[in-house]
């Protein structure tokens, strides 16, 4: 049986890199007493906490954490009209804190998610890793065997072409879960004592035409090359979908990372989840999902964007516009999710003005 540190474990110093340069975004409904354990790793950071649900309920934060606290009616009064595109009821309102920050680096977890151990019994510091990933490159277009050869002991195998050993710079950092998995509603019913008790040390990235399904509790990225695209939906109260807002971000950004030659990675690190979710109230959000996603990812494998898409922001409205023409016949809601996306990507602007001299995020295929 696999269990999370203790906090006499995770409370070794630990020397914080990007200390100014990476926000920590955390959506919750509730206290976050979970924030002691992770203190040794997060305390030198700053929080953006997304309050969900009751605006008028008070979310107590540990002290000495440094943080700001935004609620449904922050959100309204930031955004204005444009509130619209920010879900409620649902953790898909944490892309809200990135949008505000003005970081270049965003890691993001879920309230529900200790701090891990790895084989040996150290407490896992995720963040670090998560740094390290983002730090190196990618290599999206040849895959290595020995997974990422930037990674220590590791390097390109023999057969690598050279040409392609400089790799590309990384936008997200994808990292996974002990204990209770990432499971949808049908297999948490058919395995609901199912634990992942397997650490498995690597990192890989994540060859260019394939899909993943993003984790959103466990994820960090670069606000700068890929940001505007970290947008997770409309779901929750009012929409007739949910536990879909992470896999719909990470369809969304792989495409555009693909088109502009960015990289995504997966694998480290661990964190500890807790809890599983109550899966016939998953059941409920999901049900139209699991038919859905049958013709939403062969959309997002057949998606192509054109050459002069040449920022995130330029390539998601593109996105959208095709969400609109092909995903409108599916159901009516992926017409109001593409104006969504659009008006994200206004009130993203609105906050984040470009500034003199910016440069496209990536290089079109």
Known sequence: MVEPATATQAAAPVMPQLKDELDIVIPTIRNLDFLEMWRPFFQPYHLIIVQDGDPSKTIKVPPGFDYELYNRNDINKILGPKASCISFKDSACRCFGYMVSKKKYIFTIDDDC??????SGKAVNALEQHIKNLLCPSTPF????????????????????FSLREGVPTAVSHGLWLNIPDYDAPTQLVKPLERNTRFVDAVLTIPKGTLFPMCGMNLAFDRDLIGPAMYFGLMGDGQPIGRYDDMWAGWCIKVICDHLGLGVKTGLPYIYHSKASNPFVNLRKEYKGIFWQEEIIPFFQQAVLPKDCTTVQKCYVELAKQVKEKLS???????KLADAMVTWIKAWDELNPPTAGSVPNGKAA
């Open 329 to 335: 016949k599916v159901d009516p809601y992926f017409d």
């Open 114 to 119: 200790f701090v891990a151990k790895d084989p």
């Open 142 to 161: 040849f895959f290595n065997t020995l997974y990422d050869p930037f990674r220590e002991g590791a390097d390109f195998v023999r057969g690598y072409p």
